[in-house]
C-alpha cells in the first residue's frame, strides 16, 4: 500500500500562484511514478501532469503546460505541483497519484490516490 496525503490548496486569486505537495508513505516511493489530476465539479477527473521515478520524462496536459511544474524529491518521499499564472478554470479538487513503475497519464492506470485538495480560483 503507498498512502498519499495532498496539501497547499486554497483559494487564489487569477494570475496568482499555489504549490501543491503530496506526501507518500509505505512502499518505496522511487518504484512510483507519480501524476496529478483534478476534477472540477460535473466534470470527469482529468489528467494534469505525470513524472517518472527519475523526474527524468515529464507530462502536462496542454491546458497546463507552461504554467505548471511537477517535481519529486525521492529522499523526501513527496512530488509537488507548482502552479502559475493560475485561471478560474483551473478551480478544481487536485489529486495526487500513484503507478507502479511506469509513467502514464489516464487515471485508472494509476494504483494510489490521496484524498484531494481543493483550489480555487477567483476571477
Known amino acids: 500500500q503507498v498512502q498519499l496525503v495532498e496539501s497547499g490548496g486554497r483559494l487564489v486569486q487569477a494570475g496568482g500562484s499555489l504549490r501543491l505537495s503530496c506526501a507518500a508513505s509505505g512502499r518505496t516511493f522511487s518504484n512510483y511514478a507519480m501524476g496529478w489530476f483534478r476534477q472540477a465539479p460535473g466534470k470527469d477527473r482529468e489528467f494534469v501532469a505525470a513524472i517518472t521515478r527519475s523526474s527524468s520524462i515529464t507530462y502536462y496536459a496542454s491546458s497546463v503546460k507552461g504554467r505548471f511544474t511537477i517535481s519529486r524529491d525521492n529522499a523526501q518521499n513527496t512530488v509537488a505541483l507548482q502552479m502559475n499564472s493560475l485561471k478560474p478554470e483551473d478551480t478544481a479538487v487536485y489529486y495526487c497519484?500513484?503507478?507502479?513503475?511506469?509513467?502514464?497519464?489516464?487515471?485508472?492506470?494509476?494504483?494510489?490516490w490521496g484524498q484531494g485538495t481543493q483550489v480555487t480560483v477567483s476571477s
Open positions: 497519484a500513484a503507478r507502479y513503475l511506469v509513467i502514464a497519464t489516464i487515471p485508472s492506470e494509476f494504483n494510489y
